[in-house]
């Protein structure tokens, strides 16, 4: 069972920045595609941030010039970094990775890390 394991969450105040990072003990590089999802309360789980395994990035226009996702293949760890943090921000965030099989598509969850920006 492919386990991600999000950290780095916390509270910070408006401008600041985090970096959350997500663990997998499965070999990073194996996914087709891994991503950071957030959830606010009594909000639908949208993307935030997504990585290919060719390296392109793709990012919500609410992040876009203020947040970056990155992975380090050697570490198996996924990261995002993010800076100059609004209230809205605030949310339960979570990683994720996919794997094409042949039946199709097959998401991997965290079990999600909060950010809460004070304002």
């Known amino acids: 069972q492919v386990q991600l394991v999000e950290s780095g969450g916390g509270l910070v105040q408006a401008g600041g920045s985090l970096r959350l990072s997500c663990t997998t003990f499965?070999?990073?590089?194996?996914?087709?595609?891994m991503g950071w999802y957030r959830q606010a309360p009594g909000k639908q789980r949208d993307l935030v941030a997504g990585?290919?395994?060719?390296?392109?990035?793709n990012y919500a226009t609410s992040v876009e010039g203020r947040f970056s996702i990155s992975r380090d293949n050697a570490k198996n760890t996924l990261y995002l970094e993010m800076n100059s943090l609004k209230p809205e921000d605030t949310a339960v965030y979570y990683c994720?990775?996919?794997?094409?099989?042949?039946?199709?598509?097959?998401?991997?969850w965290g079990q999600g890390t909060q950010v809460t920006v004070s304002s």
């Open positions: 990585i290919r395994s060719d390296g392109t990035t």
């Open positions: 499965r070999r990073i590089s194996s996914f087709d595609a």
């Open positions: 994720s990775g996919r794997i094409y099989i042949i039946e199709g598509p097959v998401d991997f």
